[in-house]
């Protein structure tokens, strides 16, 4: 089993022994939370307040499965512990709580929430004159939420060079229209680009171009991504949106991830 | 108290380097030279309440001590779940002022009142609600809790009160008594107390001899002195320009309701909306906040017994 399969029977095993967690959307950042921490962020698992630290911060926090694999994989903590996936006294719930897991820095769950605090950290570290960067992961259904927009405007007016944004565009919103997110964010003044949200090679090579621009814009990066990504049957199919797997199917993701 | 707020973040701003305020787009004149000192720390963010806040909690987790500033309505319950998600599940302190709670705004209409903010912040873990209601009130409460890691509501009002209270006295979490009494006990917070005060003068005149406690810190609230004071006299009113539905009524309610004994009465905004226009004093005046009223409300309550 290759890596980032081995990161995805992790999230599928929190949700199947749980029977708890939002599976599909997990398995569509896997590759993006991956790359981030293991290309992209500055951090210490020994170090959680290291005054160097890079701050990533997961805005659609449902998909949290996938940010706790990638946190045991790092060495936030021991793997064995993911077990505990929403069990009454876990530190991991189905949404990800900074006074609970290592390493989140920000309590997420409700929508448009994360974006507007990665502003505000972001903003911080121009007030404290560090150079950390902030990485904000958000959906495109979470971008029906008006504090998306709010926070398009106010970082583009205060000029937050050192914030990242990647939407997760997975297309599944049952309400949403496909829109040019790009064409969007670029009317909105900030620097866009777009790449294949589960191309590795891209994913590291488009966030360091971008995050190497001279510009006093704020970054974002429309990552097309399937929603489901990995696991044949879920792929694009709403229905697994907040499922979880079966002994039978369980037995056959198994399969397909080896 | 506007003014007041100005100066002291002046005052703090050069005191505490950790100090940011983020306005929504109000009061930008008027810290003028806060901007102009510290550049850096003032952020316009704009008309956007909501994002304002959850960016003000950002920054308390990096550290630094956040300032939220716009008027009561929209800087409490337009971004409701951000202070809640935001500030209180995630246990990071900051500030919220805000001007033109209750009906201050008075001819703007009802979507530039709240009587309900006092309702909401105290009804969330991690929140504090402070009424200062002079200028001093505000000084000394902002420097005791500004930092206390508790997100904390500063409920600022146009009029300011005229009694005068000793700074020594003034304490976080701490009531004042303004006048001692045994008959029946006032519990009111913001400038309503000038009229618990000329009420109760009133009231001596009829042989009735009130208690006046005023409250600026609503949460945390001073519980000793409440009870103290009701097994003295029996009796509680409390006056407020809020909600009777969940302000400071509720939280002296909260306080008494289990010794037993104790009759409550609560004077404040009923369960509407206040949709005349006018000036403050009109809508006191239809409010059944004034110190006819007060008197009128503690003579009938003394008579029935």
Not at chain 1, 100 to 119: F, N, Q
Not at chain 1, 171 to 193: N, V
Not at chain 1, 211 to 222: D, L, N, R, S
Request: aromatic share 8%; hydrophobic share 40%.
């Amino acid at each position: 089993m290759d890596k980032i399969n081995s990161l995805r029977k992790d999230i599928v095993d929190m949700v199947y022994y749980s029977s708890e967690g939002h599976l599909p959307s997990a398995l569509g950042i896997i590759d993006l939370i991956y790359i981030l921490y293991k290309k992209i962020l500055r951090f210490d698992p020994k170090n959680l307040s290291w005054d160097a630290r890079d701050y990533f911060i997961l805005s659609k926090g449902h998909g949290c499965p996938a940010l706790y694999a990638v946190l045991a994989d790092v060495g936030f903590f021991n793997k064995e512990e993911l077990k505990t996936f929403c069990k009454f006294d876990s530190m991991f719930g189905g949404h990800p709580d900074r006074n609970k897991v290592p390493g989140v820095e920000a309590s997420t769950g409700s929508l448009g929430h994360g974006l507007p605090i990665g502003l505000g950290i972001a903003t911080a570290m121009k007030i404290l004159k560090k150079p950390n960067k902030v990485f904000v992961i958000i959906g495109d259904g979470e971008s029906n939420e008006g504090t998306i927009w709010e926070s398009a405007q106010v970082a583009r007016n205060l000029l937050l060079d050192n914030l990242l944004v990647i939407v997760d565009k997975n297309k599944s919103q049952a309400y949403s229209l496909d829109y040019d997110y790009k064409k969007i964010w670029t009317s909105f003044g900030w620097e866009a680009e777009e790449m294949d949200g589960h191309n590795h090679e891209e994913i590291e090579r488009k966030v360091k171009a971008m995050m190497g621009i001279k510009t006093a814009k704020p970054k974002v990066i429309i990552a097309n991504t399937v929603k489901g990504k990995g696991i044949g049957i879920m792929e694009n199919n709403p229905e697994w949106h907040h499922k979880s797997p079966d002994e039978e199917t369980y037995k056959k993701i198994l399969e397909e991830l080896k | 108290m506007r003014k007041e707020f100005v100066r002291l973040m002046l005052e703090m701003g050069g005191k505490e380097e950790r100090l940011v305020i983020l306005a929504g787009d109000i009061s930008v004149f008027g810290l003028r030279e806060f901007r102009k000192n510290y550049p850096e720390r003032f952020y316009n963010i704009g008309i956007c309440e909501q994002s304002m806040m959850s960016m003000a909690s950002g920054m308390a987790l990096a550290g630094l001590i956040p300032v939220v500033h716009s008027i009561a309505p929209f800087v409490t319950e337009r971004c409701f779940e951000q202070i809640k998600d935001d500030f209180c599940y995630q246990g990071v302190g900051g500030n919220i002022v805000s001007v033109g709670s209750a009906f201050d705004y008075s001819g703007l209409g009802c979507t530039h009142h709240t009587y309900s903010d006092i309702a909401i912040l105290r009804s969330l873990p991690n929140t504090e609600v402070v009424y200062p209601s002079s200028p001093k009130e505000l000084e000394v409460l902002f420097k005791q809790s500004f930092d206390n890691g508790k997100l904390t509501y500063f409920r600022l009002p146009e009029r300011k009160h005229t009694q005068q209270i000793d700074e020594s006295i003034i304490k976080f979490g701490r009531g004042v008594v303004i006048k001692d009494g045994i008959d029946i006990t006032i519990v009111v917070s913001g400038p309503q107390v000038d009229n618990a005060a000329k009420a109760s003068a009133t009231l001596k005149k009829d042989g009735i001899d009130a208690e006046i406690i005023y409250i600026h810190t609503i949460k945390p609230m001073d519980k000793e002195l409440i009870i103290e004071s009701a097994r003295k006299t029996g009796k509680v009113l409390t006056v407020e320009e809020a909600s009777i539905r969940g302000g400071l009524g509720d939280e002296v309610s909260m306080v008494l309701g289990e010794l037993g004994n104790i009759e409550m009465y609560r004077m404040g905004v009923g369960d509407k909306f206040i949709t005349d226009y006018g000036k403050y004093d009109d809508l006191c005046r239809s409010s059944g906040l004034n110190e006819e009223e007060i008197a009128n409300k503690i003579r009938s309550i003394v008579a029935n017994e």
